[in-house]
């Protein structure tokens, strides 16, 4: 549920900015409704994800260092109060409304940041080795029922205030930003009742009683305590290095390199693809110009547009990585959405000028719509498995948010970049996407296979100390603080 709500509040936004823009900016002396100016525009899109960002650095480092389930509830609660707050924003300017909406905007991303690197890192160490790459898959693929979500509820909205009554478009932005509150409320309450991972109170508290206890809460079964094998494990000074020191840079170095640059790669191309989908829909002749509609009808063919790709590229992907992906393995699935999403994207530019002329824009759309498939089915799930499995406990958390991160700043640039693309056009910037893809395809070798080992196998926490004197000796509590 999380996962719901984090897409529905970042992905809603980009179906209201169109309201915004004529309820705030209209010119009445011009014949064409208005819209938000493009730095507006920018801010209001883009500040959740500097928001999303810094959440992601900072509570996957708290994660790290206070647990997963005591951090966990802070990023709901900071969900919840700032969807209210952000509908209602209120001003006496255009501009005052604007700010304060951009301000809760920024503190909902905090919040939503957080939601990454704990969802992935929990599922991934209550999971079992077998199914664990479905299990975080699918809570990832819940980010497609969002967006469908977001859409969706729109549709419902603006049908029903187009019904009822024709003026007041202001009340339909807010109620579809606070409805962000509903889902992340209702899971409050389990999430405060879900015990601590076993693998983060076991290898990063070192506490074998309390974890077995847990387990034996979730598993209903009896699970006996070991924790002379336990002390002899994370005493290990091959398991004290932290974050900064040459150990870890010799291990996980290009691992982490890996994971935050396929997902940086990737976010540029997914995020600005997901965030412009109205200006192509308007370029290739699928959604009529704004002159010719009301506020609300305008929203109303937007959402209707966007549920479409979502119901039948986005939310598919998805499924097939929950289905297949323990069983081909993350590698493969990344490397071919790479590959396929390259193919797709040329394939929209090299014949741009063919999908803009008059009845080609069906073609154009189930083009653009494998593009999504193939992200989903690829790359954009499996960037958020992998880091949450190849790190060890004790950083897990804290990686998966640097590679998270890297990921949103590419969103940035996907959104931020492009919004001034007047420059490129549609047609140069899908170049560009391809390139990226290219690249990220190549990257996506640095990256190991983590498909049905242990966390500990594959993050090398259970590898026996080469031979090393200091091995038995305890360090000092200091030691392993980065």
């Known amino acids: 549920m999380g996962f719901f709500t984090d897409a529905y509040d970042l992905f809603c936004i980009s179906l209201v900015t169109k309201l915004l823009g004529r309820?705030?900016?209209?010119?009445?002396?011009?014949?064409?409704?208005?819209?938000?100016?493009?730095?507006?525009?920018?801010?209001?899109?883009?500040?959740?994800?500097?928001?999303?960002?810094?959440?992601?650095?900072?509570?996957?480092?708290?994660?790290?260092?206070?647990?997963?389930?005591?951090?966990?509830?802070?990023?709901?609660?900071?969900?919840?109060?700032?969807?209210?707050?952000?509908?209602?924003?209120?001003?006496?300017?255009?501009?005052?409304?604007?700010?304060?909406?951009?301000?809760?905007?920024?503190?909902?991303?905090?919040?939503?940041?957080?939601?990454?690197?704990?969802?992935?890192?929990?599922?991934?160490?209550?999971?079992?080795?077998?199914?664990?790459?479905?299990?975080?898959?699918?809570?990832?693929?819940?980010?497609?029922?969002?967006?469908?979500?977001?859409?969706?509820?729109?549709?419902?909205?603006?049908?029903?205030?187009?019904?009822?009554?024709?003026?007041?478009?202001?009340?339909?932005?807010?109620?579809?930003?606070?409805?962000?509150?509903?889902?992340?409320?209702?899971?409050?309450?389990?999430?405060?009742?879900?015990?601590?991972?076993?693998?983060?109170?076991?290898?990063?508290?070192?506490?074998?009683?309390?974890?077995?206890?847990?387990?034996?809460?979730?598993?209903?079964?009896?699970?006996?305590?070991?924790?002379?094998?336990?002390?002899?494990?994370?005493?290990?000074?091959?398991?004290?290095?932290?974050?900064?020191?040459?150990?870890?840079?010799?291990?996980?170095?290009?691992?982490?390199?890996?994971?935050?640059?396929?997902?940086?790669?990737?976010?540029?191309?997914?995020?600005?693809?997901?965030?412009?989908q109205k200006d192509i829909f308007t370029a290739i002749n699928w959604i009529p110009k704004a002159r010719t509609m009301s506020a609300l009808e305008e929203v109303f063919r937007i959402s209707r547009a966007q549920t479409l790709i979502a119901l039948c590229g986005t939310v598919p992907g998805y499924w097939f990585t929950v289905a297949l992906i323990d069983v081909v393995g993350r590698f493969a699935i990344q490397l071919m959405g790479f590959f396929m999403m390259t193919v797709f994207m040329l394939g929209l530019a090299v014949p741009y000028h063919h999908w803009t002329t008059a009845g080609n824009h069906i073609g154009f759309v189930v083009m653009y719509g494998f593009t999504f498939f193939f992200a989903n089915f690829g790359p954009n799930s499996t960037t958020f498995i992998v880091p949450a499995e190849i790190f060890p406990a004790r950083l897990r958390s804290t990686c998966h948010g640097i590679s998270a991160a890297a990921g949103k700043a590419g969103a940035i640039i996907g959104s931020f970049g492009f919004l001034y693309k007047g420059g490129i056009g549609v047609r140069n910037s899908l170049f560009v996407l391809a390139a990226c893809n290219m690249l990220g395809f190549v990257l996506t070798f640095l990256v190991p296979e983590s498909k049905g080992k242990s966390l500990e196998e594959v993050s090398g926490e259970a590898e026996d100390a080469e031979e090393e004197p200091s091995s038995a000796v305890r360090p000092a509590d200091g030691a392993h603080m980065a």
């Not at 650095?57 to 260092?65: R, T």
């Not at 603006?158 to 579809?176: C, K």
């Open 23 to 276: 309820i705030y900016y209209t010119d009445t002396s011009k014949p064409d409704p208005g819209s938000l100016p493009p730095n507006v525009a920018a801010a209001v899109n883009g500040v959740a994800f500097c928001g999303t960002l810094a959440g992601q650095l900072f509570f996957g480092w708290l994660g790290d260092k206070l647990g997963r389930k005591s951090v966990y509830g802070m990023t709901l609660m900071l969900m919840v109060i700032c969807s209210i707050a952000s509908g209602l924003s209120f001003g006496h300017t255009p501009t005052g409304v604007i700010a304060t909406l951009c301000f809760f905007r920024f503190w909902l991303g905090f919040g939503i940041g957080g939601d990454y690197p704990l969802s992935a890192t929990i599922m991934s160490e209550y999971a079992n080795k077998k199914t664990r790459g479905a299990f975080i898959a699918a809570v990832f693929a819940m980010q497609g029922f969002g967006i469908l979500a977001g859409g969706i509820v729109t549709l419902i909205i603006s049908a029903a205030f187009r019904a009822a009554y024709p003026a007041p478009a202001d009340f339909v932005w807010r109620i579809i930003l606070m409805l962000g509150a509903l889902p992340a409320l209702l899971t409050y309450y389990w999430r405060m009742k879900m015990p601590e991972t076993a693998r983060y109170t076991a290898l990063v508290a070192k506490n074998a009683k309390q974890a077995a206890a847990d387990m034996s809460k979730v598993l209903q079964t009896e699970i006996v305590d070991e924790q002379e094998k336990l002390d002899d494990l994370v005493t290990r000074s091959t398991n004290s290095f932290g974050l900064f020191s040459r150990e870890f840079a010799r291990r996980h170095g290009m691992h982490l390199i890996g994971t935050a640059s396929t997902w940086f790669l990737l976010d540029i191309a997914f995020y600005s693809q997901n965030l412009f």
